[in-house]
């Protein structure tokens, strides 16, 4: 099966062959069925490659063939089939199967239906690449077709201004990051001569260069995973990003794209560690960015954009895991959070279509009696979310601040605690305002209903895998099967897995999920018995709140500072081409032209003159010769 | 009594024909007189010939110069008269000053330097025309018949040039 | 006493710097092709006084003599029948007033 792995992007490439070429005029709405059907079929030979890997393939290169050999740069396409990647070809086909299903129903009526399965199987083409890549610039190719894919779903409903302006917004800042993860590929490639996985870490292992070089290459590499991943500073582009459909938020802006950063980080594990300090920042950035955009969700009324945030959140937390030494917690959490945020996205879309495209919560209440199956559905992942034991949030999030206590990073620990409490109160918040008390519009409670089957069976499924995820893969914490799996991988970077005492877990355990609770709690007490009520804190915060709806006023401040810099920038070289650049070509050839002029006044027609010409040459030509003969000119 | 004198005295008075008579040409008014000036200057070249001991080709000068050449001219006078006898303009205002200076610019020097040129002493006597004719019917065969079919040419070219197409002529006059 | 050859040469000189003005400066068609002549005369005037003062037998000067008068004469045919069938065209003979090829 890993011989065929090629296959698994195969299908999806042909999938969006044959919906852009065939779908607009014969396929129709049979191009959902098969986009469907080619990820499905990826999905199985996912699950089949996963299979082999656990049977004991545990590294494979599967090469394509040769791209680029140019003296020393030698570059394959060639896949490297390990641990890492079997995990996330499975996370990515799988959730990215569900998501296609659900599409079917929730874009039936768009009038860009082919467009969409193109764009989207072309997407799953890109990560496919991007996760089975055995080099960094193979993988750069893949990261590069992901940032298009997103910009062209974002801005999919580009009639309207601000989806094309979103799009615009996330391929830019998308852009700034591929600046830092192209200096950082460079960098690996003049230090070690190769842009192979394998040879790197092989060559790391002989002889480590100087420590700013690597701490040099990572932290590019970081950057270019923050623009991909929506760390700070470069993650106001996903909330934006919600203009798109919501399958195009559930797939790439919650389970696959934005985790290429995550896996890119985990990839290039042997690099992070031996540069030291990079890894502090990973883990330093990735704690910032929950805690942040764990308070801007507290306060949002959009529903996509409180899950929007809540992704940044999580993200951050992954990359926390990264950054204290735990990458198998960070894929752990990865894995289910794919889950359980795709579910809530989906959800999100179920309650949105069923509402004829109302997103304000402040327009809903009391659905949960109107769409049964999302309300169910909705308020397992939400459990999950709010890292609620059994569900798979739980186990994934505790082993990640497990892994920052156990390695001693105390504040790193306390803030991902605080976030978690935040992101119970803020889930809470948000289901209880659309499913439960009274339906603050009549109109449009009275016209909701529930999804079609082809939505909601993905539905159930998702909550299926977020309930037994993380007690499948993940029990007993710390040596459970994800452990045993990404091991080795996880050995060959020179990770050091601190195994804590049982005691520890259970106490570390038991915090989790006090902290989960008291937010449950909270929201409970300040929404279903208005104590406090929402209002009056918000009003009493008074300008704590104002920062927290306008999102810290970031979107402002790169505005005011960067953007209108390019611009200016932008401006001053235009003004540079036009006048300086332009104007010297113009005056170049109005100088021809009035040379060519002047040389016309010769041209008098009358012959007279012509012949004084001819009278005047002569007399040049003698004074010429006769200088010469006479020695004046010179022998 | 050596008559030494002679061939100076005559040199000068048929230098002084050659270059009045050819200024004249150039700043008469009438276009008839300069035609008749030109040929007299024709005919003190001929004179000059003769002093330098070439009488062939002054014989020569004196049939194709004066004789033929002198009558097309005039032919050609005729032809061309604006009616009456309007005065032209006689110089172009254009060009009067520039053209001037230039031809006296390289005239002048010219001149002077040209009477640097020395020659040894003449051979006695002689005339021209036995080795004129050697020269041309041997030596120069070739090129005596390419000047004839020159000759052939221009008289063709003249004719084409000069054709009426009568024919068309009174079609146009129909019209 | 003999005419030196300098003297020759300082007249042909003289005309043809003559006839050279008239071609600059009159304006008359027919009277150019005059000057034009004027010009060739001087020419053959150099050539003939090189000649005799300089060759004792071989008069390769004066055989040339003959070849411009040959094309002297042409020349004159053909542009006088140049000169008259563009005054047949339109009739003036001032060269100042063709100058249809101006620009």
């Known amino acids: 099966m890993i011989a065929l792995v090629w296959l698994i992007p195969a299908f999806p490439l042909a999938a969006f062959l044959i919906a852009g070429l065939f779908g607009r005029r014969w396929l129709g709405h049979w191009t959902g069925v098969i986009a469907s059907a080619a990820v499905g079929l990826s999905a199985l030979l996912s699950i089949g490659v996963f299979l082999e890997v656990l049977g004991g393939k545990e590294q494979t290169v599967v090469p394509l063939y040769r791209w680029i050999g140019v003296g020393d740069f030698s570059v394959n396409v060639a896949a490297l089939i390990d641990p890492l990647s079997a995990v996330m070809l499975l996370v990515v086909t799988v959730v990215s199967f569900l998501i296609f299903v659900y599409s079917n129903g929730y874009m039936a009526d768009d009038e860009g239906f082919y467009r969409f399965f193109a764009w989207l199987s072309l997407f799953v083409f890109a990560m496919l690449i991007l996760v089975m890549a055995d080099n960094y610039l193979l993988m750069f190719v893949g990261w590069e077709g992901v940032g298009l894919c997103s910009y062209l779903l974002i801005g999919f409903w580009f009639e309207r201004p601000e989806p094309y302006l979103a799009a615009k917004k996330a391929f830019v800042m998308n852009r700034i990051g591929d600046w830092g993860y192209t200096i950082g590929i460079i960098t690996i490639f003049l230090v070690f001569n190769s842009m192979n996985f394998l040879d790197v870490f092989h060559r790391l292992d002989q002889s480590a260069p100087a420590q700013n070089v690597m701490t040099i290459i990572c932290l590019a590499l970081f950057f270019g995973a923050t623009g991909k991943s929506a760390q700070l500073p470069l993650y106001s582009w996903l909330p934006d990003a919600m203009e798109g459909p919501t399958p195009v938020s559930a797939l790439i802006h919650a389970a696959t794209m934005v985790t290429s950063g995550v896996y890119l980080v985990a990839r290039s594990m042997p690099l992070f560690v031996a540069a030291g300090s990079s890894l502090e920042v990973v883990g330093v950035v990735g704690a910032i960015t929950a805690i942040f955009a764990a308070t801007i969700a507290l306060v949002q009324f959009d529903i996509k954009r409180v899950m929007a945030y809540s992704t940044v959140s999580q993200l951050g937390y992954m990359f926390l895991a990264l950054g204290v030494g735990a990458p198998v917690a960070a894929i752990f959490h990865l894995a289910t959070h794919a889950f359980f945020k795709a579910l809530l996205f989906l959800g999100s879309g179920s309650v949105i279509h069923g509402l004829g495209g109302e997103q304000d919560m402040r327009k809903m209440g009391g659905l949960r009696r109107r769409m049964p199956v999302t309300f169910w559905t909705m308020l397992v992942a939400g459990g999950a979310l709010a890292a609620l034991p059994p569900l798979a949030g739980f186990w994934s999030k505790d082993e990640v601040v497990t892994a920052a206590f156990v390695n001693g990073h105390a504040v790193l620990y306390a803030i991902g605690i605080i976030t978690a409490l935040l992101t119970a109160f803020y889930v809470t918040r948000a289901l209880w305002m659309t499913f439960y008390g009274e339906p603050r519009d009549q109109h449009l409670f009275d016209h909701a209903h529930e999804s079609p089957t082809v939505m909601t069976l993905p539905l159930i499924l998702l909550g299926v895998g977020t309930v037994a995820l993380g007690i499948a893969i993940g029990f007993p914490p710390e040596q459970g099967f994800i452990h045993r799996f990404l091991g080795p991988v996880v050995e060959a970077a020179g990770v050091v897995e601190h195994a804590p005492e049982l005691a520890t877990i259970l106490l570390l355990a038991a915090v989790s999920v006090a902290a989960g609770v008291v937010g449950i709690a909270i929201g409970v007490l300040m929404y279903v018995r208005h104590r406090p009520d929402p209002a009056a804190v918000a009003r009493a915060a008074g300008p704590l709140y104002r920062l927290l709806v306008n999102k810290y006023y970031i979107d402002e401040l790169y505005d005011h500072r960067i953007v209108e810099a390019a611009r200016a920038i932008a401006g001053a070289s235009w003004a540079f081409d036009i006048h300086i650049i332009d104007g010297l070509a113009n005056r170049l050839g109005w100088a021809l032209a009035m040379g060519g002029q002047g040389l016309r006044r010769l041209q008098t027609g009358i012959v007279g003159n012509y012949a004084l010409t001819i009278m005047a040459g002569l007399l040049l030509m003698l004074v010429a010769y006769g200088g010469y003969a006479a020695g004046i000119f010179g022998r | 009594m050596s008559f030494d004198f002679v061939e100076p005295v005559v040199f000068a008075v048929l230098a002084f024909g050659v270059i009045g008579a050819g200024a004249a040409v150039v700043l008469l008014d009438r276009i008839t007189a300069s035609a008749l000036l030109m040929a007299l200057t024709f005919l003190c070249m001929a004179g000059m010939f003769v002093l330098l001991g070439a009488e062939t080709i002054a014989a020569f000068q004196v049939l194709i110069y004066v004789g033929a050449i002198t009558v097309l001219i005039l032919f050609g006078v005729q032809f061309t008269k604006q009616g009456g006898d309007r005065s032209y303009a006689l110089f172009f205002q254009k060009q009067y000053p520039l053209a001037a200076a230039l031809v006296a610019a390289v005239a002048i020097p010219v001149a002077l330097f040209a009477f640097s040129f020395t020659a040894p002493a003449p051979p006695p006597g002689g005339g021209d025309i036995r080795p004129l004719a050697t020269s041309v019917f041997t030596d120069y065969a070739f090129a005596f018949e390419v000047a004839s079919v020159l000759l052939l040419a221009a008289m063709v070219g003249a004719i084409v040039l000069t054709t009426r197409d009568e024919r068309a002529e009174a079609a146009r006059r129909r019209k | ?103």
Do not use: W
Request: charged share 15%.
């Open chain 3, 1 to 103: 006493m003999t005419v030196p050859l300098g003297a020759y040469i300082a007249v042909s000189a003289g005309l043809f710097f003559i006839g050279c003005a008239g071609v600059l400066v009159r304006r008359n068609a027919v009277v150019i092709l005059m000057c034009v002549e004027l010009m060739l005369n001087a020419a053959n005037l150099a050539l003939v006084a090189f000649s005799r003062r300089f060759g004792a037998v071989d008069q390769r000067g004066s055989v040339f003599v003959i070849f411009v008068f040959v094309i002297a004469a042409a020349e004159v045919a053909v542009g006088l029948a140049i000169v008259l069938s563009a005054y047949r065209n339109r009739p003036v003979i001032d060269v100042d007033e063709i100058h249809q090829m101006k620009g």
